[in-house]
C-alpha cells in the first residue's frame, strides 16, 4: 500500500468510512470460502461475478471478498472457538466451509485494536485479531474487496486506505 493513499487511524471516528464501506456486506450470503497462497483465509460474499477482473478466468470472482494472510484470525460458534489461523490447513478448511450459505448480519471493527469481528445468522462469529507484530509487518491486517473493484486495507499499524483493486 502506498504511503500517500494511507488514510491514519487516531480515534474511533477514524473508521466512519471504513465502516460505511463495510456495511455493504449487511444481508449478504457467505458464497465460498478458501484458503489461498499463504494460508490467506477467503471468505465470498455476494454473488459469483461474470465479468473480468483482476484474476485469470479459471479462479472466480465474487462481489464481495473478505481476505486476511498473516493475522491471527479465529472462527467461533456460540462464542466458542472452533478454529483459528494457528490449526492445520486441513483443519481450517474444514470449519471454514460451516460459512458458505449463511447470512451476514452484522459486524464490528474495533479501535485501536483494529479487529473485524463479522456476526452471520447462524451464530457463527468471525474476528480477526490483530496483534502487536503484525504492525511490524508489511502486509495488511485484513483486506475487502467490493463489487466496484475497490479494496479496503486495514493495517498495518493505525492505517487504511480505499483504492482501485484493478490498478497496481
Given at each position: 500500500m502506498s504511503?500517500?493513499?494511507?488514510?491514519?487511524?487516531?480515534?474511533p471516528s477514524?473508521?466512519?468510512e471504513v465502516r460505511t464501506v463495510i456495511s455493504g456486506i449487511l444481508g449478504k450470503f457467505c458464497t465460498a470460502t478458501d484458503l489461498g497462497y499463504g494460508e490467506e483465509l477467503y471468505i465470498c460474499?455476494?454473488?459469483?461475478?461474470t465479468q473480468q477482473g483482476i484474476r485469470t478466468p479459471e479462479i472466480p470472482l465474487y462481489e464481495?471478498?473478505?481476505?486476511?494472510?498473516?493475522?491471527?484470525?479465529?472462527?467461533?460458534?456460540?462464542?466458542r472457538t472452533i478454529v483459528t489461523s494457528d490449526n492445520s490447513p486441513d483443519?481450517?478448511?474444514?470449519?471454514?466451509?460451516?460459512?458458505?450459505?449463511?447470512?451476514?448480519?452484522?459486524?464490528?471493527?474495533t479501535f485501536p485494536q483494529l479487529a473485524l469481528i463479522v456476526i452471520f445468522n447462524n451464530d457463527?462469529?468471525?474476528?480477526?485479531?490483530?496483534?502487536?507484530?503484525?504492525?511490524?509487518?508489511?502486509?495488511?491486517?485484513?483486506?475487502?474487496?467490493?463489487?466496484?473493484?475497490?479494496?479496503?486495507?486495514?493495517?498495518?499499524g493505525p492505517f487504511w486506505?480505499?483504492?482501485?483493486?484493478?490498478i497496481p
Open positions: 504511503e500517500e493513499k494511507r488514510r491514519a487511524i487516531k480515534q477514524d473508521l466512519n460474499i455476494g454473488n459469483q461475478l464481495w471478498e473478505l481476505a486476511s494472510r498473516g493475522t491471527y484470525w479465529e472462527l467461533a460458534k456460540s462464542k483443519q481450517i478448511i474444514e470449519n471454514i466451509r460451516r460459512l458458505k450459505g449463511t447470512r451476514i448480519t452484522d459486524f464490528k471493527v457463527y462469529e468471525l474476528a480477526i485479531r490483530p496483534t502487536l507484530e503484525d504492525a511490524t509487518q508489511e502486509l495488511a491486517y485484513w483486506q475487502l474487496f467490493t463489487p466496484t473493484m475497490m479494496l479496503l486495507e486495514v493495517g498495518p486506505s480505499y483504492t482501485r483493486a484493478d
